[in-house]
């Protein structure tokens, strides 16, 4: 059993940086794919990133080369560095755990573990 725990969410102003982190409990962590999801009001949720320890991470193309996943085993806990925020990415931001590698990394059905979410507001 994993529990994640989303923090640094707020409201912050178009252009600013924000930095999330989700704390993990439990065994392995390290084995763990680490992903993140968004989930604006009345949209579905979307798949930001996920990392594998010793293999490396992907994005979605809608926030490469703003957003950057890193993790760090020893704390048990992934970070999401965001930059150049914009309105649009206000949402509510979680944090996913999953035991095993697929190619369909970004389908949320995968994912075993979820925290609780912390919103995210970009003021224009």
């Known amino acids: 059993q994993v529990q994640l725990v989303e923090s640094g969410g707020g409201l912050v102003q178009a252009g600013d940086s924000l930095r999330l982190s989700c704390a993990a409990s439990?065994?392995?962590?390290?084995?763990?794919?680490m992903g993140w999801f968004r989930q604006a009001p009345g949209k579905e949720r979307e798949f930001l990133g996920i990392?594998?320890?010793?293999?490396?991470?992907i994005y979605a193309d809608s926030v490469k080369g703003r957003f950057t996943i890193s993790r760090d085993n020893a704390k048990n806990t992934v970070y999401l560095q965001m930059n150049s925020l914009k309105p649009d990415d206000t949402a509510v931001y979680f944090c996913?755990?999953?035991?095993?590698?697929?190619?369909?990394?970004?389908?949320?059905?995968?994912?075993?573990?979820w925290g609780q979410g912390t919103q995210v507001t970009v003021s224009s």
């Open positions: 439990g065994r392995a962590f390290s084995s763990y794919g």
């Open positions: 996913a755990a999953r035991r095993y590698r697929s190619t369909s990394y970004y389908r949320r059905e995968e994912y075993d573990y």
């Open positions: 990392t594998w320890s010793g293999v490396g991470t």
